[in-house]
């Protein structure tokens, strides 16, 4: 599909979805087996190999300093009893494809956007729906089904939409001065540029 710059889109930024996958799986199970509900959860990741980064990590972890992109050594010194999961890319992508299946259902242009994210065409579902806020909240019933960790944004372009989303923001809109201040607020080291043209750009006051 051709991203146009006249169309208002959507991001959907999904950075957990692996997590969020097996701790309902383990929340499952526990109910079948009629367990006691754990009161706090142990600290998790998941961990990629060959990288030797945390990609995902849920709230425990986050608490108690464990950060993306951190190596397992220094993660397990920071807790000993740590859970760790292997990064599994097919898993991530079965899961986006589910729910971009599932959101066809309400809506007509959705681009897959591996590992973690979706596109939707917002601009021409307007008048289908009457305006934004009433075909956002149809949106969000379809994605309330999973328990999946959500951030988003609108923008009129899809590369902004996309930096916004991953500042782990929930902002819906097309008012193109709010859009506009929110990108401001942005960090160019959450785009797809690479560092070291982001350390060049920096030197030079851009940030």
């Given at each position: 599909m051709q991203f146009d710059t006249s169309s208002l889109w959507i991001y959907l930024y999904l950075p957990n979805l692996q997590l969020n996958i097996q701790q309902t799986h383990a929340e499952a199970l526990r109910v079948a087996d009629k367990q006691t509900v754990i009161e706090e959860p142990p600290a998790q990741i998941v961990y990629h190999p060959k990288l030797n980064?945390?990609?995902q990590l849920n709230k425990q972890a986050q608490k108690l300093g464990i950060k993306?992109?951190?190596?397992l050594a220094s993660a397990s010194i920071i807790c000993s009893h740590l859970v760790v999961s292997e990064y599994k890319e097919t898993i991530a992508l079965q899961a986006l494809q589910e729910l971009a299946n599932q959101l066809y259902l309400v809506?007509?242009?959705i681009v897959i956007d591996e590992p973690?994210?979706?596109f939707l065409r917002a601009q021409n579902m307007l008048r289908l729906y009457g305006n934004l806020n009433q075909y956002w909240q149809v949106i969000q019933e379809v994605i309330s089904q999973q328990a999946y960790d959500l951030y988003y944004a609108s923008a009129y372009s899809v590369n902004v939409a996309k930096l916004i989303a991953k500042h782990e923001q929930t902002f819906i809109s097309d008012n193109k001065e709010l859009i506009?201040?929110?990108l401001q607020k942005c960090s160019l080291a959450f785009t797809d540029i690479d560092k070291k043209d982001i350390e060049k750009?920096?030197?030079i006051?851009?940030?």
């Open positions: 980064q945390v990609l993306k992109g951190m190596g809506t007509s242009d973690s994210g979706l506009q201040q929110k750009l920096q030197r006051g851009i940030k």
